[in-house]
């Protein structure tokens, strides 16, 4: 019987491995196993994407690396991998990004599902805590539940009133004026000479000045008296603790986590001392946002502890850093690579300030809001340039899918199921070319046209009925396919800050400078958490006659 076995053309193959076996030592099988087990575990997640699945399930991107996923893909150009995603599965699917099921909806209807979730089910803090607490500290934003940071979020819109901004443009143009006039980036400018072309490294540059006119602003006078004495490099300690490394991992041994918390903690105690000598010493002070929260208490009357507001106040200087710096990047590059709206821009100061022998005299608050050729190309660039590409939350129930996002079939929905994370990107609904004309055009004009698209959006996003929750009414606006500031109870409060400090950089630059475009337009950079322009990026730029 065992004879007539070995006859069958496998049998030679079986003794020849039983051989083989037999002559293996147990260490090198082992070496075998382990060489191999990447292969196998490869073999093993492609063959389990092909058994039938739970019909509820969002559709699943294929991927050959398990847990890695498709975050190459993501990373690399995330909106490009939308709508690749998209092309092959429509508007609802999951991806796997190192470890977490994510499963995107896209579109108004994706924006809405994931902004105007209930906050019980789809949350922000299980996302965002891992990486935002180690560098804004305890008890605040994502360290807390999510009806103090509503309050927490009511304590600072306090302090961002109209008349603050009317207050502020002043500001900020006095610093971008100064910047212009000391900067060893600015030489050629300080030459005086309007012949002379120099060049500056366009985010570097806003990086600095973004700093510098929030300090000076929002931060208050101690914070902007300390911006060369050590401070700066205390942020940027913090600053590199949030990158998509922090995210993953919140703590690492590695050097830039331990120079994150030595930042951290030191920043806390900074803004600590300021708050213990304007109480203890009697020193005036001005009516800051600081001011302001030392001079509020939450509904329960429990005062804001020092620590509590030293960390809020390191949460509003990161947020609006990046995402207000690389927005007014990308306007001076577009502004540098179109001469032609830079003139339109430079003429509506001309004729809203210019005085009769050259040069300007100040803008307002008010007249700032009403210009028409700054607002479309704020607007225009927010709407190509959204600094945030993904929006997430963390799924802490079941959760089933409207069906007109997507569904299985017309009798059933997709259920995101608990412990995934969804996410929604108005990168992408912002720059849709199913939504939008000429989508990946900059094209300032499209916000001037009353009727068409981005004037609905905007009435979408601004005009939608308003909801209060907790922090004073905001125009819902999940919707909306262009919501640059985010929508729903997460939406963004520096919002009209933003657009302030925003609208009176590019202005007063304007003001002073031509700028013409050094190289090709530079491609969005991902491979941070916030999208800015790659480097090397310069402009050039030469003084103008009048400023
Ligand atoms: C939230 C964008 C400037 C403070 C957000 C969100 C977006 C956003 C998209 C929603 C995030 C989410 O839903 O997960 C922007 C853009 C800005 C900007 C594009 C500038 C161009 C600022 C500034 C400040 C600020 C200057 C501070 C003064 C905040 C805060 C939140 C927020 C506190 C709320 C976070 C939450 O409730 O979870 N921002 N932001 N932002 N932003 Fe901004």
């Known amino acids: 019987m065992a004879n007539a076995n070995f006859s069958e053309p496998w049998a030679g193959y079986l003794v020849q491995a039983q051989s083989q076996l037999a002559s293996t030592s147990i260490p090198r099988l082992l070496l075998l196993l382990v060489v191999n087990i990447p292969v196998i575990a490869v073999v093993l ?65 994706g924006n809405d599902f994931v902004f105007g979730g209930k906050h019980t089910v789809v949350a922000a803090e299980e996302v965002y805590g891992p990486l935002t607490t180690p560098v804004f500290g305890k008890d605040v934003v994502y360290d807390c539940p999510n009806e103090v940071l509503m309050e927490q979020k009511k304590f600072v819109k306090v302090s961002l009133t109209t008349d603050k901004f009317r207050d502020y443009i002043g ?42 006119t929030a300090a000076r602003t929002l931060q208050g006078k101690e914070i902007r008296e300390n911006m060369t ?41 900074f803004y600590q001392n300021i708050l213990r000598n304007r109480r203890n010493n009697n020193v005036g002070y001005e009516d800051d946002v600081m001011a302001s929260l030392m001079n509020q208490t939450y509904r329960d009357g429990r005062p804001i502890p020092d620590h509590e507001i030293a960390h809020m106040m390191i949460a509003l200087l990161m947020a609006g850093q990046h995402t207000s710096s690389s927005t007014t990047s990308w306007v001076l590059l577009h502004l540098a690579d179109r001469p032609d709206i830079a003139e339109q821009l430079y003429q509506e100061q001309v004729k809203h300030f210019g005085l009769p022998g050259g040069g ?48 299985p079939s017309e009798d059933s929905v997709y259920v995101v199921p608990k412990g995934y994370t969804v996410l929604a990107s108005p990168a992408l609904s912002q720059m849709d070319p199913l939504i ?14 009353a009727a068409g698209m981005a004037a609905q959006a905007k009435r979408e996003y601004d005009e939608d009925t308003k909801v209060d929750f907790g922090f004073g009414l905001v125009s819902k606006g999940t919707e909306s396919p262009y919501l640059p500031f985010g929508a729903g109870r997460h939406r ?37 958490m916030m999208v800015v322009p790659q480097q090397p990026c310069q402009i050039a730029y030469r003084r103008r006659k009048f400023d």
Request: aromatic letters at 12%; proline letters at 7%; glycine letters at 4%.
């Open 229 to 269: 004495k050590g401070f700066a490099e205390l942020y940027a300690d913090l600053d590199h603790g949030l990158t998509p490394l922090h995210w993953m991992f919140s703590n690492l041994p590695l050097p830039s986590y331990r120079k994150r918390d030595v930042a951290h903690e030191k920043m806390s105690q």
């Open 360 to 407: 300007f005299r100040e803008m307002t608050y008010d007249e700032l809001k009403k210009l028409p050729i700054l607002d479309a190309v704020i607007r225009e660039t927010l709407r190509c340039h959204a600094p945030i590409h993904s929006i997430m939350r963390y799924i802490r129930d079941d959760l089933p899918v409207p069906q007109s996002l997507g569904a």
């Open 492 to 528: 963004c409060i520096g919002e009209q800050f933003a657009i302030v400090q925003i609208g009176t950089i590019i202005s007063t630059i304007v003001r002073k400078i031509e700028m013409r475009l050094e190289g090709p337009f530079p491609k969005p950079d991902y491979s941070s």
């Open 171 to 212: 500001m900020v143009d006095d610093e971008v004026t100064q910047f212009l006039s000391t900067d060893p980036a600015f030489r050629t400018y300080q030459m005086d000479d309007i012949n002379e072309w120099g060049s500056f490294s366009v985010y570097k540059t806003l990086a600095e000045m973004t700093i510098l």
């Open 45 to 109: 997640n492609v063959l389990s994407q092909m058994l039938p699945r739970d019909r509820s399930l969002p559709p699943l991107v294929f991927h050959w690396i398990p847990w890695f996923g498709s975050a190459a893909q993501y990373g690399q150009d995330p909106v490009e991998f939308f709508k690749s995603c998209r092309e092959k599965h429509g508007n609802v699917f999951t991806f796997i990004l190192l470890g977490r099921r994510v499963t995107v909806t896209l579109g108004p209807k």
């Open 436 to 449: 939008w004309k000429d989508a990946n055009t900059w094209d300032t004009t499209r916000w001037l046209d």
